[in-house]
């Protein structure tokens, strides 16, 4: 079961770190190898113009989780809260919500939450941020009045349901 509400912020992580597994899977179900590594934590700040042209800031904090052949090492919870705290005080890491990229075909990233056997890395998706200026427009709804249906149909087999 995945406590899924938004992207896990680092105070949060940290938090978690406390009871929680030290280990990783993505949304399909597949799970990040136990001897992968945290190579390297970042503070990412992009600044961009949406296409509505909004100018735009935001901060994330980057972990990048890999693995390799070497099997007989394993990143224990207190040495990754060793290098959290290194990346604090000699990066500046706020807290920020946390961007994971990991290996796949190709690199992806990541959101990350808490499940009950340990991290989730969980899936994003793009979107226009000015769907109002760009000339997107709004998906429709289907609006129907339940009294213009028939009491035929809503049986079983109907197709109501």
Known sequence: MLLKTKDMKLSEFKNALQ?????????????VPA???ITEIGAITKKFID????????EKVSFQLWFTHDTDH???TEKLLQIIEIGENKIGLKNEE???EYQGSTIGKFGLD???????LT?????????????????EKTKLVMSNLSNESCTPGGGCC
């Open 123 to 139: 899936n994003k998706q793009t979107a226009c941020l000015a769907e109002d200026q760009c000339g997107i427009p709004p998906l």
């Open 51 to 58: 296409c509505g042209g909004t100018l735009r800031n935001e």
């Open 74 to 76: 394993r990143l224990t």
């Open 19 to 31: 009871n929680t597994p030290l280990q990783f899977s993505l949304e399909d179900g597949s799970v």
């Open 35 to 37: 001897h992968f590594h």
């Open 98 to 100: 946390i961007e994971i």
């Open 114 to 120: 808490k499940s009950d056997f340990g991290f989730q």
